[in-house]
């Protein structure tokens, strides 16, 4: 079995984890579209995908809750090509980058990538600020309980460093109900 982000979880054993978040223009819809287009990408399944986290925003704090999904695929795209794509699916949407940890329709994130660490210009796996996020932590370890970095160490290990974050799961999306089961 295969160490690293897909720990235990049988086929998504070398998943990459995408962390989605929205704020803006219905975000539960927002969120739920974003989580359909990930698994219509070219070479890529949608293996499974949290519930429904609403969270505080980190920064300022004028703005809307943030809605919150971990989202696991199976990709035969390279990282590059696979940021692109998510970068497409938000501009997609209507993103617009106004301010740094600001309001935004949609942000996808590649969290982690199998069990490597990736060092590019435009990214960094595991994603840099993961560990400090409750909205990332909990719905990625609802998903892979035995989840853990590239060099080993336990994602449960951080998570009670940001159990104070105010988080809440929502009902309205069950975990894998739009997951798709065969590729």
């Known amino acids: 079995m295969a160490t690293g982000a897909g720990a235990g979880v049988g086929a998504a054993d070398m998943a990459v984890a995408i962390g989605l978040g929205s704020n803006l223009a219905d975000p539960v819809h927002q969120v739920r579209h974003a989580l359909g287009d990930l698994g219509d990408l ?75 660490c990736i060092d590019l210009p435009r990214l960094q796996v595991p994603h840099p600020q993961m560990c400090r996020r409750a909205f990332v932590l909990r719905p990625l370890l609802d998903l892979i309980p035995a989840a853990t970095l590239p060099d080993g160490t336990r994602l449960q290990d951080h998570w009670m460093a940001v159990t104070d974050q105010p988080l809440r799961r929502l009902s309205c999306l069950k975990e894998d109900q739009l997951a798709q089961r065969t590729h």
């Open 42 to 116: 070219p070479d890529t399944c949608l293996i499974r995908h949290s519930a429904l986290y609403q969270s505080s925003p980190v920064g300022p704090q004028d703005q809307p809750d943030f809605i919150n999904a971990v989202a696991l695929l199976d990709t035969r795209l390279a990282p590059p090509s696979l940021l692109d794509l998510l970068q497409s699916l938000e501009q997609a949407a209507g993103r617009v980058r106004r301010r740094h940890w600001g309001e935004r329709t949609l942000d996808l994130d590649i969290l982690l990538w199998h069990d490597q």
